[in-house]
């Protein structure tokens, strides 16, 4: 299918101009000596805290970017095809509440509620990548570890993970490899990509600077997921925004494919705006969904794989509000040809989960694919002959046709819990899509188990994590 294009090529080339020019002439700022050494011998030019990038040598590490690569699940069955753009959907990461199931009520993420949160989401057709919420009952200097130890428990499906912190980064990658038998085995079929954050404006800070590192030296998907606000950390213009969180992402990408050429890199833009009235950052519509359409379009520019917010909303409820935000934010990007939208399963600007959320956000995402899937135009889906067939015969409908049972069970988008009764069939029990989405989510959470890790793997996981804690006790 072609792409929608928001942007037109001439003001793409103006955002590329925009992009060196800050790279060029106002560099990036960095603490980390390691980084800043690291830069230096690649042939960048360092002027003591300050990575500046020639022009050049921003074109050599973006053609050596990798247009495609593949992340998997740990059991072999999911595979993601990055570079197909096919916009899979995966679940937010980061959000410190969650709505309790049972009483409806916001509380604090706890590590039972990520656990229960990732077999709801292993459980759901749509959903492809999985995320954490953010337990706050855990040991802080190891939350990445334990949060990806509970993931590789609870799902076979691939994961995306965002290191906060580079010191827990080997502890992340141990609990990864000990799932898939090895580290060399994770090398060959990724169960995860890792995703660090530069911080906005122009800055890699020490832990995205060393964690930018460590992941490209294990040979695994990096991410870079700059996160600017509009008017506050970034310009107070979309496009300003956007050609300024482009620097950072490429900054990153050229630094990763000079260290190793080829690396397998993913441009993860997400540019946020403030409500200034309040102060609140927002990740609502439209403008989270026109910078992520954008952004994306950068990303076809260069011909890298992308991630952008898609599913994200302001409204603190499952309402009408969370599902026209949440299908802007998502079928924009989605028609302008990104390959994977983030944020399901999230109220509240990406700070509140929720299992109905994350069930329509999954419906959402299966009317998605349905749109990408495109359509064939030749003489079976034209139907020309079976029209002239069904006038001519007078019969008057094609209820009966062969062509229509060839087709009735392929063409149409089936949902799972939309309803599509007559209005007197709905009113025997009058349930919202919400009440549906509650009782789905109360019976995958009472019976659905994902393939658990053999015991061998099981052992050396718990290992894993019980070194990060120890570190740093």
Same mark, same amino acid.
């Given at each position: 299918?072609?792409?929608?294009?928001?942007?037109?090529?001439?003001?793409?080339?103006?955002?590329?101009?925009?992009?060196?020019?800050?790279?060029?002439?106002?560099?990036?700022?960095?603490?980390?000596?390691?980084?800043?050494?690291?830069?230096?011998?690649?042939?960048?030019?360092?002027?003591?805290?300050?990575?500046?990038?020639?022009?050049?040598?921003?074109?050599?590490?973006?053609?050596?970017?990798?247009?495609?690569?593949?992340?998997?699940?740990?059991?072999?069955?999911?595979?993601?095809?990055?570079?197909?753009?096919?916009?899979?959907?995966?679940?937010?990461?980061?959000?410190?509440?969650?709505?309790?199931?049972?009483?409806?009520?916001?509380?604090?993420?706890?590590?039972?509620?990520?656990? +229960?949160?990732?077999?709801?989401?292993?459980?759901?057709?749509?959903?492809?990548?999985?995320?954490?919420?953010?337990?706050?009952?855990?040991?802080?200097?190891?939350?990445?570890?334990?949060?990806?130890?509970?993931?590789?428990?609870?799902?076979?499906?691939?994961?995306? %993970?965002?290191?906060?912190?580079?010191?827990?980064?080997?502890?992340?990658?141990?609990?990864?490899?000990?799932?898939?038998?090895?580290?060399?085995?994770?090398?060959?079929?990724?169960?995860?990509?890792?995703?660090?954050?530069?911080?906005?404006?122009?800055?890699?800070?020490?832990?995205?600077?060393?964690?930018?590192?460590?992941?490209?030296?294990?040979?695994?998907?990096?991410? %870079?997921?700059?996160?600017?606000?509009?008017?506050?950390?970034?310009?107070?213009?979309? %496009?300003?925004?956007?050609?300024?969180?482009?620097?950072?992402?490429?900054?990153?990408?050229?630094?990763?494919?000079?260290?190793?050429?080829?690396?397998?890199?993913?441009?993860?833009?997400?540019?946020?705006?403030?409500?200034?009235?309040?102060?609140?950052?927002?990740?609502?519509?439209?403008?989270?969904?026109?910078?992520? %359409?954008?952004?994306?379009?950068?990303?076809?520019?260069?011909?890298?794989?992308?991630?952008?917010?898609?599913?994200?909303?302001?409204?603190?409820?499952? +309402?009408?509000?969370?599902?026209?935000?949440?299908?802007?934010?998502?079928?924009?990007?989605?028609?302008?040809?990104?390959?994977?939208?983030?944020?399901?399963?999230?109220?509240?600007?990406?700070?509140?989960?929720?299992?109905?959320?994350?069930?329509?956000?999954?419906?959402?995402?299966?009317?998605?694919?349905?749109?990408?899937?495109?359509?064939?135009?030749?003489?079976?889906?034209?139907?020309?002959?079976?029209?002239?067939?069904?006038?001519?015969?007078?019969?008057?409908?094609?209820?009966?046709?062969?062509?229509?049972?060839?087709?009735?069970?392929?063409?149409?988008?089936?949902?799972?819990?939309? +309803?599509?009764?007559?209005?007197?069939?709905?009113?025997?029990?009058?349930?919202?899509?919400?009440?549906?989405?509650?009782?789905?989510?109360?019976?995958?959470?009472?019976?659905?188990?994902?393939?658990?890790?053999?015991?061998?793997?099981?052992?050396?996981?718990?290992?894993?994590?019980?070194?990060?804690?120890?570190?740093?006790?």
């Amino acid at each position: 299918m072609k792409f929608f294009q928001y942007l037109e090529q001439e003001q793409l080339d103006k955002i590329h101009e925009a992009t060196l020019e800050l790279l060029e002439n106002t560099g990036i700022y960095a603490t980390s000596e390691r980084f800043l050494k690291t830069c230096a011998g690649v042939g960048l030019k360092v002027e003591g805290d300050r990575v500046f990038f020639p022009r050049d040598l921003v074109a050599k590490g973006l053609a050596a970017a990798p247009s495609k690569f593949s992340t998997w699940g740990r059991d072999g069955k999911y595979e993601i095809q990055w570079g197909a753009r096919k916009a899979y959907n995966h679940t937010c990461v980061g959000t410190p509440f969650i709505l309790d199931v049972e009483t409806g009520q916001k509380r604090d993420v706890l590590l039972k509620d990520l656990e +229960d949160f990732v077999r709801v989401a292993d459980a759901l057709p749509a959903t492809d990548i999985v995320s954490c919420i953010f337990p706050t009952d855990i040991p802080q200097h190891a939350v990445v570890t334990v949060q990806t130890a509970a993931m590789v428990k609870n799902t076979t499906k691939p994961l995306r %993970i965002c290191i906060e912190s580079a010191h827990e980064t080997q502890f992340i990658i141990d609990v990864l490899s000990a799932a898939v038998g090895g580290l060399e085995n994770l090398q060959k079929k990724p169960i995860a990509y890792l995703e660090i954050s530069s911080v906005s404006p122009l800055s890699y800070a020490e832990g995205p600077g060393n964690g930018l590192l460590d992941v490209v030296e294990a040979g695994l998907p990096l991410g %870079i997921i700059p996160c600017p606000m509009m008017g506050a950390t970034g310009p107070m213009t979309l %496009i300003g925004s956007v050609a300024m969180h482009n620097a950072e992402i490429v900054a990153g990408i050229v630094v990763a494919e000079l260290v190793k050429p080829g690396a397998p890199v993913i441009m993860s833009p997400r540019v946020t705006f403030m409500e200034m009235g309040s102060g609140l950052g927002l990740w609502a519509a439209p403008e989270m969904g026109l910078a992520a %359409i954008a952004s994306a379009q950068m990303a076809l520019y260069y011909d890298i794989p992308c991630t952008v917010t898609g599913y994200s909303c302001a409204s603190k409820l499952n +309402d009408q509000q969370s599902a026209f935000e949440a299908m802007f934010n998502t079928l924009l990007p989605a028609l302008g040809g990104v390959d994977v939208l983030g944020a399901s399963g999230s109220l509240d600007n990406a700070l509140i989960s929720s299992y109905e959320k994350l069930i329509m956000d999954d419906e959402i995402s299966s009317m998605i694919h349905r749109v990408l899937r495109g359509e064939t135009v030749d003489e079976e889906t034209l139907a020309v002959s079976v029209t002239d067939d069904i006038c001519k015969s007078g019969k008057g409908n094609f209820l009966g046709h062969k062509h229509t049972f060839k087709h009735v069970r392929t063409e149409l988008w089936q949902p799972v819990l939309s +309803d599509r009764k007559s209005y007197g069939a709905w009113a025997q029990d009058a349930l919202s899509f919400e009440d549906r989405a509650k009782a789905l989510a109360k019976q995958l959470l009472a019976e659905h188990r994902p393939e658990p890790l053999a015991p061998g793997a099981l052992a050396q996981v718990e290992a894993a994590v019980e070194a990060a804690i120890k570190a740093g006790e």
